[in-house]
Every structure is written in structure tokens, then in C-alpha cells.
């Protein structure tokens, strides 16, 4: 089976989208199309210029006999922006508010574009960060610790408020939650990770942080390193706020229930010099 | 900025891939690339040929005003055998053996990739079936539900076991597990699913078929039609099976604590015409 540019371009483009932060050896280009390795560098030159025009992302060569091409996400600033600004839109529509002046997410969350996008936001901080694993807690923070992982190529581990026996072997820390100031559980496979794994911590929605206090301590019990940590939406409480570096997307400013408004606006990630 | 038919090719691959089912009009690419819409269909059908010819997918052209081009995942026999063969063997590791005859499956539905494959498999089947929402329960099905739902552009809705403040009200039943016979809860959030829609249910594992029968219970109430049930493993115990009709990936038919074996084969996804 012979292949065209064209062709070869398309096929390029869908494998290289497929396999984010993956080195992928010409060889395996060359013998894919039966083309010569010198047209393989051709195409390869044509798609990191149209990825990095288009701001999809970029390709990274590594030469010698165990290199090849490797795609990281990158998405632009502009796009950026323009994803906040319609999650800042969604959120603040007051037929969110709920009793309690609880925020309705859930469709959001429910919406595989907007949480890809997120992850590929999240991601693009932190495609060189050599990130082992995405750790999230259940279940609001699943799609999008996927969305993040599947762009950086890592698997995903979701820590727990109870033990299943599917599991099996547990490690479980107490720890306060920082809003309501409850006792409560944290549970984490304990073959699910390697000790001492790079690790990103994401999830949906930071108030204090106890949550994300309580998994870094857990953890720790994995000599694990945080490497980063990531939210989609913070609440603007900072005189109590227990974790001190972290990205976040938006930021809730003031909720109130009684005028039913909700003010809403972009978060820090644009301040963390991601461009 | 004037693109050149590779950039294009290019950029359009990536396009498509990452807007699968929704109808794209020629005159956002011929806008998008200051081309005519001659040379933006010429580029298409390259795209189409490339696709179908690799097994991505395919590409389909409404014409008139209202007409654009869509892109259908499809994934093809040969790649779906080798995701099946490749799940078998992963999962025919006596390693994962748990007290009980449970097995740890947990780094499977950890891996984004292998959870990628299997959503296109499965969105594959139902690509045309106008689904309007995935529907799937806390919290194993989750990664599956969201890679089947970004391939066939839908929403995703969890069903839970509990009710949570940020869901707003909900409408709740009890039903019987189907192995352990014992009495649950399952709560939909009432805003979440509009009534009448057309439903597809995902999950990682059924044994009785307890918890996929509840859920279907559950979507009366919201007046939802079942358009199809998919896993991605069963437990082969055919004589009490609460379910019918659905697909699955793979079969788990016997799983032997004593002898430290697990004998697992490919479940019904490819007697179902799925060509």
C-alpha cells in the first residue's frame, strides 16, 4: 500500500493527536507509508509548522538511533482566554444558585468539550513536567483528571472517601476538612502507585483545600512529589486557604444568594506566565 | 493568512477529530482558510479517503444551505480485535486476583489510552443511533462514559448512590443488587436529564445485571428511552441475567481463587454485526 503527501499528512496528523507525549521513532513513520525517512522529516516539518501556526500544539524532534518525533499539547493564549471567558459565562448564570449558596456544576462537568479543553489547558502547563501520574479524588474531579492525563500520557489514580474491595490493599488518612471542618476518610489503592511518582494533583472545585491538604498527606505515605496542582474553579477565600501553589481556570469572587448574583472571573493561570 | 493545501489537510484533520458527530458547514473551513469551496471539499474528500482507507473513521456531506460535513469515529474489525486480544490478556493476569474472586481492574480503567480505544469501539456501534446522553453510575464507569460521550458528542450524566447538596434536587429509587441481593439507592439530579431523551448507558462491569437494571428504572421516571447498554466486561452467569440486550467488550468465564487462574475470552461485541 502505497500513500500520497496528502495522505501521509492526514494519517500523521490523526496518530500524532492520538499519542500526545509519546516519542514515536521515523522508523515507525517510514515503514507505516513505505516512504523514505528523508520524506517522513518533510512531512513532520510541514504538520509542527501548521501545530504551532494553528497554536494545537508542537512537535519536538530527538535525533539518534532511539529518537523520533513527539507531540506536546500546547493550547495558545488566545484560545485560552476565550475558554475562560465562556466558563466564566456558564457560571454565572444565577440558576445555578442552590440552597446554601451551593453552585450547580454538574453540567459542566457533564460536558466532554468543555472538559477537554480544560484539560488540554491544564495540560499544556505541564507537558514537560515529566508527570507520572494524575491524581484526583471521586467524583467530581474524574473527567477532567482523564482530560489532563490522556493529553500527558499517564495514567490516572483516583483516591477515595471509602475502600471498595476491588481495590484491595488500602492506605486511608483521617484529615479536617477545611470548609465544613468534618473528620473524614481518604482512601488509596496501594498498589495503584509507585513510590515516589511525579504526580499531579487535579480536581473540579477548591474552597479552603482541605481536600487537597488531605491528598497530599496521603501522598505522602507514597513518598510521592506533587508537582503541581490544578483546579477548574477556586473560591475566593484566601485569608484560610491551606495550599499555596496551585493553578486555577476561574475564580468565584461572591456568590449571593439573596440578590442572586454570582460574580465570577478568570483565575491565576494566566498569571503563571502560560504562554 | 493564506494556508497551503498540506496546512490546511492538517489543520482540518485535527479539526474533525476533535468535533466528531457535530455538522461542520464548508463555509467555516472556506472562511477559516480564505479558500474556495471548491478546493475546501476537494480537501475533504482526501480527508474521507484517508480515513476510511486507515479505519479513523469517516466523513459524511449534507448538502444544500443548511449542509456541512460531519466526522463519524469508526474504528475497524482488525484494530477492535487487537483491543479486545490486547484487554484479555491484561486482564487474565492471575496477579489480579482478590480475596473473594474479585479482580483488580483498577489500572485498566486507570489507563486514558485504553479507555480511548474502548469509547471509540463503543461509540462506534452507536454512532448513528442520535444519542442525545451517556448515562452511567459512580464512579468506575465514569472514564468510559466520557471517552464514548466526547466520540459521539453528548453529554454525560452520573447516576449516584448517594445524594450530594450540589446536585440540587433528585429523584431516587431502591433497587436489588443482583449478585449480593441487597437493597441500594440510586439518585439522578432532576435537572440533569431532559425528559424523553434518548439514552445510552455505559459501564465498566456486570455481573447480574442489578445495578444496569436499576438505572433503567431510574430513567423511567425521567420518561428516557434506552438506545443501547454497553460494558466493557461481563461475568459469564447467563442463567440469572437481569439485562437483554447489550454489548460487551470482553467475558470473564471463569475466575478461580484456588487455582490462581482467570479465563476470560471476547464478549458479544462482534457478534453483533459490527463491521
Known sequence: MKFRRSERLIDMTQYLLEHPNQLVPLTFFAERYSSAKSSISEDLS?????????????LKTVAGAAGGVQFFVKVGQEEARQIVQELCDLIANPDRLLPGGYLY????IGNPSIVQKVGRMIASVYAY?????VVTVA?????LAYA?????????????????VTEGPTVSI????GSAKRIQTMVLSKRSLAEG???LIVDDFMKAGGTITGMISLLEEFKA???GIAVLVESERQEDRLVDHYISLVQLSDVNVKEKTISVHEGNYFLQGNE
Open 148 to 164: 489532563v492525563a490522556s493529553q500527558l500520557n499517564t495514567p490516572v489514580i483516583i483516591v477515595r472517601h471509602d475502600s471498595k
Open 197 to 199: 511518582s511525579n504526580v
Open 225 to 227: 512529589n506533587v508537582a
Open 129 to 133: 513536567a515529566k508527570i507520572d501520574v
Open 174 to 177: 483521617n484529615y479536617v476538612s
Open 46 to 58: 510541514l504538520i509542527k509548522d501548521t501545530f504551532e501556526k494553528r497554536e494545537i500544539g508542537t
Open 139 to 143: 467524583t467530581k474531579g474524574i473527567p
Open 105 to 108: 456544576l454538574t453540567d459542566i
